[in-house]
């Protein structure tokens, strides 16, 4: 197996956990927070600052930041700092070897780059996302649980359409795109696994 996998996914889907496994199964490493570190070692940027910039952005966020650029030319975006540095940093990982990326536009940086991978997409009803959300965080309220969902997937979305200039989710961006709701985890990890292996 040579290739790079990397899992784009929905609020409370799974795709961290099943993107564990494969990487368990595959022997290989699973980057998630280790992009957050690197990107906070090479850009000079505390904690905070990157992990609020990295994929939690509303739509509100990037007109503001349009429209600072667009009347200041020297204007300098935080945001756009931290996307190039974790560029490069999942650049350097994916050239290092095998591996699983999460999250990140990593499907996108890579083919950009020439990069031989697969793009996998996680996602599962809102009643299995909700379900999942609130064992994580222990919220019981159903109305705070759809908010919390519809949240974090706007703030993927966006962000992913920003940078890739394509449609967080759409099929055709992936080459595989599963329902861990229906499917279960394990059997996701399988199916992953079979795929990274042709």
Request: proline share 2%.
């Amino acid at each position: 197996m040579n290739k790079i996998i990397t899992i784009s996914r929905e609020y409370g889907a799974g795709g961290h956990s099943i993107g564990r496994q494969v990487a368990e199964q595959l022997g290989i490493p699973f980057y998630d927070r280790d992009i957050v570190r690197e990107t906070v070692k090479a850009s000079g940027f505390d904690m905070d600052t990157v992990e609020h910039d990295q994929e939690d952005v509303s739509r509100a966020d990037f007109l503001l930041k349009s429209i600072c650029s667009l009347s200041a030319p020297s204007y300098n975006d935080t945001q756009d700092a931290i996307h190039e540095v974790q560029r490069a940093v999942i650049l350097q990982f994916a050239k290092a070897g095998p591996c699983v990326i999460l999250g990140r536009c990593a499907d996108d940086i890579l083919r950009r780059a020439g990069v031989e991978c697969l793009n996998v997409f996680i996602h599962a009803s809102d009643v299995h996302r909700a379900a999942r959300v609130s064992e994580l965080t222990g919220c019981t309220s159903a109305a705070e649980l759809q908010k919390m969902l519809a949240k974090k997937d706007g703030s993927r979305h966006t962000y992913y359409t920003h940078y890739t200039g394509k449609r967080w989710g759409d099929s055709r961006n992936y080459h595989l795109t599963l329902d861990s709701g229906a499917l279960g985890y394990a059997r996701c990890v399988q199916l992953i696994v079979a795929a990274a292996a042709d």
